[in-house]
């Protein structure tokens, strides 16, 4: 049964704590860097295309029908250039606002559930996740996804525990947003509803249409005016082909996500091991957390192609089910202060993000001892002092603290470095001033689609238009200004 307490009148006081740290995580320093990636200036170049052309509908990239992603991102990232946001500015603030909306609905979905403590606990757990804080910070369309999708499953949480229908219409609603966040990967994600014992509540009118309302206008549109090419594009290649095929060279062994989750979750990963007893299962909403979580984990593993981004949407279940159990068990001093030393994790990454960045992890330097990593320490014995005297959210608040802290440092170290050698920012800025007598060589695209993105239209190619100067590879990965040979 759904907890009945009322809510507080009075902002708890708890608020006044997570609202600054909250800011640090999300909000601090967001344009620090030039867009990364060959993703995020792609989308932000389409996003900005939209917004120049006033064409909502077809997606293009440097003036040709772009069908990889629907609609939602470039929209969202659209208005941001409308309302004259920065560059970075744009295409970011869109993800990290829908990661705050999300975590306030969260809270308040959890706290009708499981109760005020739960709630917070797993708003605390899930906020300060590496991946969900990670990619609330960049332009691309795993964290729309991720709260759009998880949105609609928690709103079928009453119905799947009690068959209760009111929140059906608005689950349909948010189905129908993950549809236009990244296609038909929310529907199949959805299977865990299957479990709820009248699956056919979802095919009722009421139900049906703020999906049809929400999901199928921009996709019969975006067909009427370009046909066959459209579909072919998006459905074939961009769906069926990324389940089958290794021609967009993101194949994977099936257990990439096992590690990438255990990062993921970082620094709660310990947590993991509470939800592996059974008692934590004792209810079907508490199933339900559990068969979303593994459903998630387990298509994407089948599938030829895999990016770490793709498990974004099971992380709320995890959290939830994380904080569920360490809500119950007796003494969380060993689990609270193994996720606290895992806070060293923050400035290893700052040293070894931008080699990583560029040419993967196992390439990376090795990280060099610094007195910051005992850090840790001290945010471990002071997460196990506060679960001694019976102050559980305090300890945890402590180490989502200390996550929030370490995300500042990571920024401030690592930022600079990947703002000069990764992004195509600082480059462009050298670059600009003669943008007319530079082509671009055999880069990696990233720096391709970052330079165009920074020029406002793609830099010609060496090979087909030579000019006197070329943006050529250099060592690790990187680019840099040459004189034609």
């Known amino acids: 049964m759904p907890h009945t307490e009322r809510v507080p009148r009075k902002i708890p006081r708890l608020l006044w704590v997570v609202l600054p740290l909250a800011y640090l995580v999300y909000f601090y320093d967001l344009s620090a860097t030039g867009l990364l990636g060959p993703d995020e200036p792609r989308y932000a170049s389409v996003s900005r295309e939209m917004a120049r052309s006033g064409d909502w509908i077809t997606p293009r990239l440097w003036g040709a029908p772009w069908f990889e992603k629907p609609a939602l991102l470039y929209w969202l990232s659209g208005m941001g250039f409308r309302l004259g946001l920065s560059t970075e500015l744009a295409p970011r603030l869109p993800g990290v606002l829908m990661a705050v909306a999300f975590l306030a609905f969260y809270w308040w979905t959890l706290r009708r559930e499981f109760g005020c403590r739960a709630a917070w606990l797993a708003s605390l757990i899930l906020g300060s996740s590496g991946m969900w804080v990670a990619y609330s910070q960049n332009g691309v369309t795993d964290l729309p996804l991720a709260a759009t999708f998880s ?31 990244k296609g038909l990967v929310p529907l199949v994600l959805a299977a865990p509803l299957l479990m709820g014992r009248h699956v056919l509540d979802w095919l009722r009118w009421r139900v049906v249409l703020p999906f049809i309302l929400v999901a199928l206008p921009w996709y019969a549109m975006c067909y009427w005016r370009n046909g066959w090419p459209f579909i072919h594009e998006f459905f074939v290649v961009h769906h ?20 990438i989750l255990g990062a993921g979750l970082l620094p709660w990963t310990p947590l993991l091991g509470l939800i592996a007893r059974r008692v934590v299962y004792r209810d079907r909403r508490r199933v339900f957390l559990a068969v979303w979580m593994l459903v998630v984990l387990a298509l994407f593993s089948i599938s030829t192609n895999k990016l770490p981004g793709y498990i974004l949407p099971l992380l709320p279940a995890a959290a939830a089910l994380m904080a569920l159990a360490l809500d119950e068990v007796a003494d969380a001093r060993v689990w609270l202060a193994a996720c606290a030393v895992l806070l060293v994790a923050f400035p290893i990454t700052a040293q070894v993000l931008p080699a990583a960045v560029l040419n993967g992890l196992s390439r990376a330097p090795r990280p060099v001892f610094q007195a910051v990593w005992l850090a840790a320490v001290a945010v471990a014995l002071l997460a196990w002092l506060l679960e001694a005297r019976g102050k559980r959210v305090a300890a945890v608040l402590a180490v989502a603290a200390g996550a929030a802290l370490g995300t500042g440092y990571l920024k401030s170290v690592a930022t600079p470095q990947l703002d000069r050698g990764v992004s195509a920012r600082g480059l462009w800025r050298e670059i600009g001033p003669r943008a007319g007598e530079v082509c671009i060589g055999n880069v990696k695209r990233d720096w391709e689609y970052g330079l165009s993105y920074y020029s406002g239209m793609p830099l010609p190619d060496c090979e087909q238009q030579p000019k006197a100067l070329q943006v050529l590879p250099a060592a690790g990965g990187r680019a840099y200004l040459g004189s034609a040979p």
């Open 240 to 259: 069926f082909s990324r389940v089958t095929s290794d021609a967009l060279m993101h194949a994977r062994p099936a257990w990439f996500y096992l590690p």
């Open 151 to 181: 949105a609609a499953m928690l709103l079928a949480l009453p119905w799947v525990a009690r068959r209760e229908t009111g929140q059906l219409p608005v689950a349909a609603a948010m189905f129908g947003l993950a549809v236009l966040a």
